[in-house]
Structure formats: C-alpha cells, structure tokens
C-alpha cells in the first residue's frame, strides 16, 4: 500500500502476515494462560478466499471477497470489503461473520503489518495519548490494549493512522498472547486488531457468536502531529452530526454560521454540556500537541469575545481560574451565551 504523499511503502514486506490478513488462534487448553504462559497453540487464515465483486459509489468504491474459516457457522458467512474513498484519504477495511458458538479458547486477530524505518508507535486513551511500552504506568498491561479512538504509527516526515470504532482492542509489534513480560516494548512497527477472544475464566460467557461485522480504517498525513491523529480518530469515531431545517425562517438564505469561533488548533473539545437555564455551557477541552495555548473565543455571528470561567468538573467556579493551557493539560469551562 503505497502512501503517495510520502512516496513509501507502508506495508512490511518481509511480515510473515498480509494487511488486513484474517487469523484465527485456537488453545489446547486454557490453563497455560492462567500459568501465564503459551505454549500450545495454533494460527491458521482462512482455509479458502475468493474475488466476489467489485462496486463503484458516490462515496466509495468496494473490493469485496468471500471465505470459509473454521471460525464460522457456514461456509461463505466471512466477507471482507476493501472501500476506497474517493474524495478523501480514506481506506476502510470492512469484516462480517457468522461466527459459531465456541467454548474451547480461541481468538481472532487482524494484521497491520505497518512498516517505517524508527517509526514510534502510539494510541488514544482516556484523557490523552502514550507511546506502546513507554508512557503505560509500570507493571501494567502492555497487551491488551483498549485504543480510545485512534492508533498511529509515525517519525519526523509523517504518519499511518489506524481506528475501529466496534473492535478497539489492539496489539503492538507482534500477537503478544502468552507473553506477560514486564516493560516489554514492541519489537516491530506492526499493529494487530483483535475483534475477539474468549480467554476470560470468569464473570463472562464462555463463547461468542452469531453475526458480528466491524471496520478498520486507515488513514495517514504528512504532518506526523498528535493534533492530526486526534481528529482523525474523533472525527471517525464522532461523526458530525447534521440536522435538516425547512426553509423559509430568519437566516434561512445563509449558507453556514458558527456560534463560537477562535478555537486553538491544539483543543480538543471532549464534551459540552448547555446548562439548564439555556445562557451557558460547559465546555470540556483538552490540549493535544504538547504546547501552551490561550482560550479566547467569540461569538461567531457578532464577533463579540465570550465571557469564558474555569470550572470544576461540576461547573463550580474555579478561584483565580486561567485560561492558559500547559502541555496536555485538560481544563473545563463555563462559556456564557447571553450576558
């Protein structure tokens, strides 16, 4: 898969694995993941795959191919979708199957075999962004990986963006099942989704089945900034929500309005709450590219400066509140409508 801003390669030839590549990981028994270790196991793809159409679209275009896998009910129940964008940088891989109901331990994994010469690999989680096996408090997991909105894999020239939003768990550098090390850093630039497993001896069932479908898309940009992958990775996952309005109303001939405007490039806004009495909001903003940055926002219609306070998480003031932001500081506001 060739990045045509970069003039490179994203995929690893030399992988033992294929983008997008299906794996389905069977155990002979689930006690050597209670011991903590792996060591009787099989991987296998799909025992058969074939070319099953090709569709052009507004949006997309699709690539659409069949298989058979032990993994489901019937033959033909797994599809996968290769969907190219045609306005925007934009590849989704779609996957569907009908899986059968399996209580021996088994899971399945997805390849990404991303490749970059001293790329650094990183993902999304709650309240901010870590390097894989760097920045995860000591002695947590550093394989089960829950990415929030977005996986990435960069250097200085740019980046290779990767999220789900059904299918979030992931693994970096290699299937790291069994392997329980400490501080363990990823040994390659490789990224492997796992939709599913069942290797839980507890609280849950003991299977999963039946029809499930999910999407990874990827994306990538020169720039290799935080602020980039994080609206990639929001936006995909939040789309912008859109409303039809009838005509015929005041300012029903303008074509667009922003009620706030000014909004640094490096604040994110993680959530906004209006307030009961309908003069205000509480607005939840989070800096993403490791600078200091100012809040000062207008009103996009009159270009009037809004009255802005710092707020707890309750929306009680905060005494000698700032609107300074430091280094991917998280801060929450109360952004007044009307004075």
């Known amino acids: 898969m060739i990045d045509k801003d970069l003039n490179t390669e994203l995929v690893d030839n030399k992988s033992s694995y294929k ?125 089960w990986n829950t990415v929030q909105n977005y996986a990435r894999l960069y250097d200085k020239n740019g980046q290779v963006l990767l999220s789900s939003s059904e299918m979030p768990l992931m693994q970096f550098g290699a299937i790291n099942t069994g392997r329980y090390k400490a501080g363990a850093k990823p040994e390659s630039t490789h990224i492997f989704g796992w939709p599913m497993n069942n290797y839980w001896v507890t609280n849950f069932n003991a299977y999963q089945f039946g029809g499930h479908e999910w999407i990874y898309t990827i994306s990538g940009s020169k720039n290799p900034s935080a602020t980039d992958a994080v609206r990639f990775g929001w936006g995909k996952r939040t789309p912008f929500l859109s409303r039809v309005l009838p005509g015929g109303g005041i300012g029903g001939s303008d074509g667009s309005k922003s009620f706030i405007s000014g909004w640094n490039e490096n604040l994110l806004l993680v959530s906004a709450i209006p307030s009961i009495d309908g003069k205000s909001t509480i607005l939840h903003l989070r800096e993403t590219e490791g600078k200091n940055a100012t809040l000062s926002l207008k009103n996009g219609v009159t270009g009037t400066a809004l009255e802005i306070i710092q707020t707890d998480v309750t929306g009680m003031p905060v005494k000698n509140g700032s609107k300074e932001f430091k280094s991917f500081e998280s801060k929450f506001f109360r952004v007044m409508v009307h004075k």
Do not use: H
């Not at 025992?47 to 275009?61: H, K, P, Y």
């Open 19 to 143: 983008l997008g590549e299906f794996i389905y990981e069977r155990l002979s028994n689930r006690s050597q993941m209670e011991s903590r270790v792996l060591n009787n196991f099989t991987r296998t793809g799909l025992d058969s795959v074939w070319f099953d159409g090709f569709e052009t679209g507004a949006i997309w275009n699709t690539i659409r191919c069949k298989g058979n896998t032990v993994a489901a009910n019937e033959n033909e129940t797994y599809v996968f979708e290769i969907r190219v964008f045609n306005d925007v940088k934009r590849i989704d891989l779609f996957y569907a199957i009908d899986k059968k109901l399996e209580t021996a331990p088994e899971g399945i994994y997805i390849a990404f075999p991303f490749a970059m010469d001293g790329g650094q690999l990183a993902f999304d989680v709650q309240g901010g962004e870590v390097r894989a096996g760097i920045d995860q408090i000591p002695g947590s997991s550093n394989d």
